[in-house]
Structures are given as structure tokens and as C-alpha cells.
Nanobody, 115 residues
Framework: QVQLVESGGGLVQPGNSLRLSCQAS????????MAWYRQAPGKQRELVAR???????NIVDSVKGRFSISRDNAKNTVYLQMNSLKPDDTAVYYC?????????WGQGTQVTVSS
């Protein structure tokens, strides 16, 4: 089992930044991909960014140029740096880890972008 704990969400004004963290614990060996998803009210959960164990990253077009993903393997932590936030970025952000055929989710952290 893998446990994921997200942190760093909150209320920010448009144009500001936030950094989300996701720390993995438990049987974390062989985690191949870690990712961030988000789910806005009334919408489906969507991929935001992902990073492989080798550091290859994929950022979706809607946030490309504003968001970045990184991981610190020594701390078993993945980060989502979010800059130039917009009201449309308001959502619950979830961390995801893929290990073999298993996928694990964190509890989510709320990000609200509003003036």
C-alpha cells in the first residue's frame, strides 16, 4: 500500500502562486509515475501534470507555461508549482501514484483562486 498526503492548498488571489506538495509513504518502491489531477465543482477529474521516476514530465496544455511538476526522490515528495493562477484553476487537487497495476490517491487539497 502507498499513502499519499497532499498539502499547500488555500485561497489565493488571481495572479498569485501556490506550491502543492504530496508526500508518499508506505511501500513506495517501484512507483513509476506520480501525477496531479484536479476536480472542479460539477466537472470530471482531469490530469494536470505527471512525472516519471526518471524525471520526464508532461503538463497539460491548459496550464502549460504556468504550472510545473517536480519530485524529490530523497523526500518521496512530488511538487506542483502553480504560477499566475486564474479563477478557472479553482478545484480540489489530488495526488496520484502508479505502482505496477495499482493506482493510489491522496485525499485532495482545495485550491481557490478568487479576489
Amino acid at each position: 500500500q502507498v499513502q499519499l498526503v497532499e498539502s499547500g492548498g488555500g485561497l489565493v488571489q488571481p495572479g498569485n502562486s501556490l506550491r502543492l506538495s504530496c508526500q508518499a509513504s508506505g511501500m513506495i518502491f517501484s512507483i513509476s509515475v506520480m501525477a496531479w489531477y484536479r476536480q472542479a465543482p460539477g466537472k470530471q477529474r482531469e490530469l494536470v501534470a505527471r512525472i516519471s521516476s526518471s524525471g520526464f514530465t508532461n503538463i497539460v496544455d491548459s496550464v502549460k507555461g504556468r504550472f510545473s511538476i517536480s519530485r524529490d526522490n530523497a523526500k518521496n515528495t512530488v511538487y506542483l508549482q502553480m504560477n499566475s493562477l486564474k479563477p478557472d484553476d479553482t478545484a480540489v487537487y489530488y495526488c496520484n501514484a502508479v505502482q505496477g497495476f495499482n493506482g493510489y490517491w491522496g485525499q485532495g487539497t482545495q485550491v481557490t483562486v478568487s479576489s
